[in-house]
């Protein structure tokens, strides 16, 4: 498929060309964020390796050639639909670690110190990725484990070129931790300092000792020599992970969640996500209010509806969701048809709603959340996919490099609500379900999704962005599903936000013509433009052919879907 550059400048005005945003084949498709690692992906189909090899490759690659995201210190979410039509989830969000308490982030003064979650020792919960992987390939992958991991061992060791947004993002990474942690300067300061460059090569050495360790055995993470050293080095600097935390550690396999959306079955992560939840009831409520007589997923009159649906879903989520294993979350409700309806039934298709009046009893202003995640989507060859997305929280996490081991420790638990009881609106949320428990899970708003129809592959999708990814996600459900587009003009759409609080939604350029603002406005919408939304990497599937088409997301300036070479 051709990209029209008239058409690019239009809508991803962000955006250079730099490389193969589209691939179609038979023989299966990657797409991520980083054109180095959906080749390490592709590579691993045409060797024969199945959706989900690919899937456990390019994540380990991604910790080499994308490390703001792509981490094996982190943690994330894999959901898996095979040929035969069954579908499972593997669960490897990272924990709060066994010594954590509810208060451990407030400070003297009873406020939250928000320096101890955004950087350093105590801001990372127990990484899960390895865990999550490992636990992926044993009971689905098809080569040996060795032969997924070995990729991004070459990478990280051997080195490779730096584009020029990789560069000028590492710089920064640089500048921001590596004063504060001499093991960050170390792994990703150039040698003999200066400025990375486009075109230099980057070596990881370390990483690709720890990935090599992992290649051999993945259990060297979390009770191997990895663990040790991360032990040590937590108590030599204030942190609390432990290898006891570490051995304890579980990825876990769950049911995903599921519904229907315009006769299409939708697959996605359960909790301790938000996000599949988000996506369904979202889909079914627009089901309910009908979105045949719109001229597409952006007409100002569906715009409105979309935020009013969007206030009302994000309300429930701050309301009810947290970890499953620590609370009961409702969740055959909240993705009921009938509950659907009935929300539906009480919106006002002329005037926006308040959402101070929605959440009556519920004060709370949701923090501002990083979009510094990342997802990918897999195809192969026999019709399995695989959609992931995960994360170190922030961009470069908690800007923590484990000497020795070389990877990045996340900031997760700053996705946690941190003080108890105060729900205040300069952002704080102190709902019980998400509150910190010794081994809970923080909740997500990650939403990798699958859509099938007729017992047939679709859809895969998913993206970064912090409380965003399910309204991203959703776009792009929209625009193929409910508008019939192709897999580039869907994730090409403009997206827009609303996450109940703050009050105001968040349009991409695309969206906001003159004409759309002002009925928006006119309907009682306090909207703004945005930047750029999310990172949706997805792949558009016809069964007749067998053709995977994946569109690389054009809004990041690596982006790239590879198919297997011949
Ligand atoms: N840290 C982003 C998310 O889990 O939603």
Redesign the pocket.
């Known amino acids: 498929m051709r990209l029209r550059p008239f058409l690019l400048a239009v809508i991803a005005p962000w955006v250079v060309v730099a490389q193969e945003r589209d691939a179609s084949s038979t023989r299966g498709v990657v797409v991520s964020t980083s054109g180095i690692a959906s080749d390490v992906g592709a590579a691993i189909l045409a060797k024969g390796g199945n959706a989900i090899d690919a899937a456990v490759a390019t994540g380990f690659a991604l910790a080499v050639t994308h490390p703001s995201a792509g981490n094996i210190g982190g943690g994330?979410f894999m959901v898996v639909r095979f040929s035969d039509g069954r579908a499972t989830t593997i669960d490897y969000?990272e924990k709060a670690p066994l010594r954590s308490t509810k208060t451990m982030y407030l400070g003297a003064d009873g406020k939250i110190d928000r320096s101890l979650t955004a950087a350093g020792w105590l801001a990372p919960g127990v990484p899960g990725t390895v865990r999550g992987f490992a636990l992926a390939h044993k009971k689905y992958g098809k080569l040996p484990w060795a032969d997924v991991v070995q990729p991004a061992v070459d990478l990280a060791t051997n080195g490779f070129a730096m584009s020029k947004g990789f560069a000028e993002s590492v710089n920064g990474f640089v500048r921001r931790s590596g004063s504060r942690f001499p093991s960050t300067l170390e792994a990703y300061g150039k040698p003999g300092g200066g400025d990375w460059v486009e075109g230099d090569t980057i070596r990881l050495r370390d990483l690709g000792k720890a990935l090599g360790a992992i290649a051999q055995n993945p259990e060297s993470f979390y009770t191997g020599w990895i663990a040790d050293s991360l032990d040590r080095q937590m108590r030599a600097n204030g942190g609390i992970i432990t290898k006891r935390d570490l051995a304890a550690y579980r990825a876990v396999e769950r049911a995903p969640v599921r519904g229907t959306f315009m006769g299409h079955e939708v697959i996605s992560m359960p909790p301790p996500?938000?996000?599949g939840t988000v996506v369904i009831q979202t889909l079914n409520m627009l089901e309910a209010l009908g979105l045949e007589r719109f001229s597409g997923a952006n007409d100002p009159a569906l715009v409105h509806l979309r935020l009013e649906v969007a206030k009302r879903v994000y309300r429930d989520r701050a309301r009810w969701m947290g970890d499953p294993d620590f609370v009961k979350v409702p969740v055959a409700r909240m993705t009921s048809k009938a509950y659907a309806k009935e929300l539906a039934g009480g919106i006002d298709t002329a005037k926006s709603t308040s959402s101070v009046a929605l959440g009556k009893g519920l004060i709370t202003v949701p923090v501002g959340?990083?979009d510094?995640?990342t997802h990918y989507s897999v195809v192969d060859a026999w019709g399995n996919a695989v959609s992931n997305?995960y994360?170190l929280?922030g961009g470069y996490g908690s800007g923590v490099v484990v000497r020795g081991a070389g990877f990045i420790l996340n900031n997760?638990m700053?996705?946690f609500n941190k003080k108890p009881g105060e729900t205040n609106l300069t952002g704080d949320i102190g709902t019980p379900p998400n509150l910190i428990a010794p081994g809970k899970r923080?909740?997500?708003?990650?939403s990798p999704v699958i859509i099938a129809k007729d017992g047939q592959l679709r859809l895969v999708t998913g993206s970064?962005g912090?409380?965003t990814?399910p309204n991203t996600t959703l776009s792009v459900v929209l625009g193929a599903i409910a508008f019939g587009m192709n897999a580039r003009a869907a994730v090409d759409l403009p997206r827009l936000h609303h996450q109940w609080l703050p009050d105001a939604a968040s349009l991409e350029p695309g969206v906001a013509g003159d004409d759309v603002l002002a009925k928006l406005r006119e309907r009682g919408h306090t909207v703004r433009v945005g930047g750029r939304q999310g990172d949706a990497h997805s792949i558009l599937y016809d069964a007749a052919t067998k053709t995977a088409f994946g569109a690389a997301d054009l809004r990041t300036p690596d982006s790239k879907a590879s198919a297997p070479k011949p």
């Open positions: 994330g969000r996500s938000s996000g959340e990083s510094e995640t997305t994360t929280e997760e700053g996705d923080m909740l997500s708003s990650m970064p912090g409380r990814i």
